[in-house]
């Protein structure tokens, strides 16, 4: 029996049992629409995170104060207090490598404006610290070098602050109030999204002058972090070493010591993060794939099913001549029938699935048009693997037997 | 037909093989039934020419359906020849057997045996698709064939929307279509009321002055009647041999049957 006709029959035998054939296929349609969803969830993840890391400038590093061990216990990042302001100046002077450098302290606590608060974070900082991270202004405009000298009372505020304390009123000259204090707002900055690193809402911001912060809120004379930009993106480990060099200099670390600072490079950081959403991906299509095999031996299943009902079906065809070849390629192809619809209908409802997340969760969702090709693939050996039992189980009747089957 | 005149130009007695469309010989069947030994036929040898009308008959058990699948290349001997068309067939493969089937055997059961949802149209032309016919000539063939038994305007009816003779007539149909040496009717008129199995062995009768050659199985004598000669199995062997060269008609017996009442 030719291939052709094959598939007709295959068809018309599926036709026939609608609502089997689609229970059937329900398996493979939810394991490929699982794969596709979850794959293209997993490579979105992982090329947004290489987008935000270049958006970054590849070429930016930041200095945070380092860990310490008092009394047997190592504190977090940022407890010791031997990053200075003069670090910053001197890795600016010093280091070749470096183009700009802006210091940061951080305080967090509830940002008032009328008869709203919002608890948010605090960044002291001066001007230079959006051009290192390339950070535009969506509306007003930065505090200046000279709020810096004067220690004024002014403050930048990121997209969620804006969003959340002024709603529809335009937050340029309006006064808000921290830790008792008011800040004239001279500017919002433009929305950045989630960081690229640590997934965590970097427009959830207010920014006022270093000086400001760290006299009148902090009370605190060293840095939390000093961030940086190499002169280009080749010369970002150059500037790495030459400022781990200067620091252990100034902070008087002996060799073989830890540093009591860390110097992190965007680069490193970008390879772990593309590191972390491979793993992502390979395991959520790992867990897809579970699905697939569970639809496989649905497959089996109903096939085996099919062989036994249609025993005297097989038994009438082996006697006007279908040869034991012909029979098991009928039910072989009837199985990839079931498995390649599904598949093909699985395909659609994850890339439909895809759409729905993108929209409703605004993940960005990446769908290859390998991991297309691998489901149809995958869908279609389900198909040969587990028909294959059934279709030869149903080659193997004895036609006298079969014709005899009631 | 390649064999045929293989045979003729080998064979002196080209003559009396070409008659010799079956040639039976010492054929015996077990089955292994766990420990027991079922001796199903114990030596059967038995000639059909080309043309004759055979009725087998007998008790069940007295191994008429085992010769019967024997013949119809479903089952092999498990000693002795059995040569069909002047081919040897039982030295031949499961796939070669198929192909006999396929293309020199007809086969119509008792039950029909039609696949149920298809087309009187589609149920004839399936061992053409074995045969691998080109669609167009399967089609016209099948037509052809339905024509013959007096179905050419039922070709688009399901088996369900046929009554029991017309349906047994599209399996006679698809036996027809490829051409076969010989039809096999396996109790074809056991699930037919008496009117419609006289119609049906008409139709048989008709095809064996066409010059097909039949053979029937049946545990019914007047069913047998009609046949041109009887054989009867028991316990395994060939009981009686008789020839009736003028059967009856079932055309004129039919004329004679009172009309159905209802």
């Known amino acids: ?406 | 037909m390649a064999t045929m005149s293989n045979a003729q130009a080998q064979s002196p007695s080209a003559e009396t093989n070409l008659q010799r469309l079956i040639q039976i010989t010492d054929v015996h069947k077990y089955y292994e039934l766990g420990e027991t030994r079922v001796h199903a036929l114990r030596g059967v040898s038995v000639v059909i020419e080309r043309g004759d009308f055979v009725a087998i008959m007998g008790a069940s058990g007295s191994g008429k359906s085992t010769f019967m699948n024997i013949l119809g290349c479903l089952d092999k001997p498990s000693s002795g020849t059995y040569r069909l068309d002047d081919i040897e067939v039982s030295s031949y493969s499961k796939k070669e057997l198929a192909g006999i089937r396929n293309r020199r055997i007809g086969f119509v059961f008792q039950g029909f045996n039609l696949l149920a949802r298809t087309t009187a149209q589609e149920n004839v032309e399936l061992p053409t698709v074995y045969a691998r016919m080109e669609p167009k000539q399967a089609a016209a063939r099948a037509l052809e064939c339905l024509t013959l038994v007096g179905l050419g305007d039922r070709t688009d009816h399901m088996p369900s929307q046929l009554s029991g003779g017309q349906q047994q007539r599209v399996a006679i149909a698809r036996a027809l279509v490829n051409k076969p040496a010989i039809l096999l009717a396996d109790e074809p008129t056991g699930n037919l009321d008496s009117r419609t199995s006289v119609e049906i062995m008409g139709i048989i009768q008709q095809l064996n002055e066409q010059g097909l050659t039949i053979v029937l199985v049946t545990h019914e004598s007047d069913v047998a009647s009609f046949a041109k000669r009887k054989i009867t199995f028991k316990d395994g062997r060939i009981r009686h041999d008789e020839a009736f060269p003028n059967p009856p008609s079932a055309g004129e017996v039919l004329r004679d049957m009172p009309e159905q009442e209802d």
Not at chain 1, 120 to 137: A, C, F, K, N
Not at chain 1, 164 to 182: C, E, M, S, Y
Not at chain 1, 241 to 266: P, T
């Open chain 1, 1 to 406: 029996m030719g291939t052709l006709p094959t598939i007709r029959v295959a068809l018309r035998a599926l036709a026939r049992n609608k609502m089997r054939s689609i229970l059937t296929m329900l398996g493979i349609i939810i394991g490929v629409a699982a794969v596709i969803a979850m794959v293209g969830v997993g490579q979105g993840a992982q090329q947004q995170v290489q987008s935000q890391i270049a958006a970054m400038g590849s070429n930016m590093l930041f200095v945070s104060a380092g860990s310490v061990t008092r009394g047997g216990m190592r504190m977090g990042f940022g407890a010791t207090k031997t990053l200075v302001y003069e670090d910053m100046t001197a890795i600016l002077r010093e280091c070749p490598s470096v183009a700009a450098a802006a210091p940061g302290s951080r305080s967090t606590g509830s940002v008032i404006f009328g008869n709203d608060n919002w608890s948010t974070q605090v960044i002291g900082t001066e001007p230079q610290y959006l051009d290192v991270r390339s950070w535009p202004m969506a509306s007003g405009a930065m505090f200046t070098q000279n709020d810096v000298d004067t220690s004024s009372n002014v403050a930048v505020i990121g997209e969620t602050v804006r969003k959340n304390l002024f709603g529809a009123t335009d937050p340029v000259g309006q006064t808000i109030r921290f830790k008792n204090l008011p800040f004239k707002v001279t500017g919002v900055l433009d929305a950045k999204g989630q960081s690229a690193a640590m997934g965590d809402d970097q427009d959830d911001v207010v920014m006022i002058p270093i000086s400001t912060l760290l006299k009148k809120i902090t009370g605190e004379s060293w840095l939390r972090f000093i961030v940086v930009s190499a002169t280009s993106k080749d010369t970002s480990y150059a500037a790495q070493k030459q400022i781990e060099g200067l620091l252990r200099d100034r902070h008087r670390i002996r060799v073989g010591s830890d540093d009591d600072f860390q110097v992190r490079n965007l680069a490193d950081m970008a390879a772990l993060a593309d590191q972390a959403g491979s793993i992502m991906t390979t395991l959520l299509a790992a867990v897809a794939s579970v699905s697939l095999l569970v639809g496989g031996i649905g497959i089996m299943n109903i096939m085996l099913v099919s062989v036994t009902e249609r025993t005297r079906e097989i038994g009438i065809r082996m006697a006007l001549g279908a040869t034991e070849a012909d029979v098991q390629k009928q039910f072989l192809i009837e199985a990839v029938v079931i498995s390649l619809t599904g598949g093909i209908i699985g395909i659609l409802l994850g890339v439909g699935a895809s759409r729905l997340i993108t929209q409703t969760l605004g993940w960005a969702i990446l769908i290859s048009p390998l991991a297309i090709v691998v489901a149809v693939v995958f869908s279609a050996a389900v198909g040969i693997f587990f028909g294959f039992y059934p279709a030869q189980k149903a080659a193997r009747l004895d036609p006298i037997e079969a014709l005899r089957y009631e």
